[in-house]
């Protein structure tokens, strides 16, 4: 299996989702949150993709929008539209929500705890399976673990001003991780309070 996760900048970019059953909505939902520009193929557009920006267009007009892509994504229950624009898309990146071996490009389930974004893919083996383990990965990463990306954000940009050797700015971070005072903090949520033990910590490892 030749596939490697990637994370593209979708603003501005131009994607056209053919179909708009339940998996077309989706996919043009999360392009459009992202800041695409997108096209619809179908019938039966959800009125609140119009209102984040979706255009809808007619079958007939398939080779117009193809070209004007810059991602396709084939969603449509009707086999042989996709097959019609896949291809028309040539070399162009295009997922196949349909047969997915037969595109170049995955939309993995995805979701957010907090800041953080979780992509699952399986294959395509399983989609079912795909809900179940968002279900224990939700369950596994606490407030607290979300808490704690904050304070490492916030650590590393001190320790970039203080701190020139990347392994020496390493060591501190997991110190700050370690710290009990810290992790009693982020179990209760006190951001501010979390900081400014990260800024006592740091003076005192920064110390000669």
Not at 112 to 125: M, N, R, Y
Request: aromatic share 6%.
């Amino acid at each position: 299996m030749g596939w490697t996760p990637l994370y593209l900048e979708m603003k501005d970019n131009k994607v056209l989702i053919v179909g708009s059953g339940e998996v077309g909505n989706r996919r043009s939902r999360r392009f459009l949150e992202a800041g695409s520009d997108v096209v619809i193929i179908g019938n039966h557009v959800h009125p609140d993709l119009v209102d984040l920006g979706a255009v809808v267009k007619p079958i007939d007009e398939l080779i117009k929008w193809v070209e004007w892509a810059d991602i396709i994504v084939t969603a449509s229950g009707d086999p042989d539209l996709n097959d019609m624009a896949g291809e028309l898309s040539g070399k162009k990146l295009i997922n196949r929500a349909d047969q997915p071996d037969k595109g170049n490009l995955i939309v993995p389930s995805s979701f957010f705890i907090g800041d953080v974004q979780i992509c699952i893919f399986t294959g395509g083996k399983s989609p079912l399976m795909s809900k179940e383990l968002r279900k224990k990965i939700e369950k596994v990463i606490k407030p607290e673990d979300v808490f704690q990306l904050e304070i490492q954000f916030f650590a590393r940009n001190i320790l970039k001003e203080k701190v020139n050797d990347q392994k020496n700015r390493k060591k501190y971070l997991y110190k700050i991780l370690e710290d009990p005072e810290i992790k009693k903090l982020a179990k209760t949520g006190e951001l501010e309070d979390a900081k400014k033990c990260v800024v006592s910590l740091i003076n005192s490892l920064n110390k000669p």
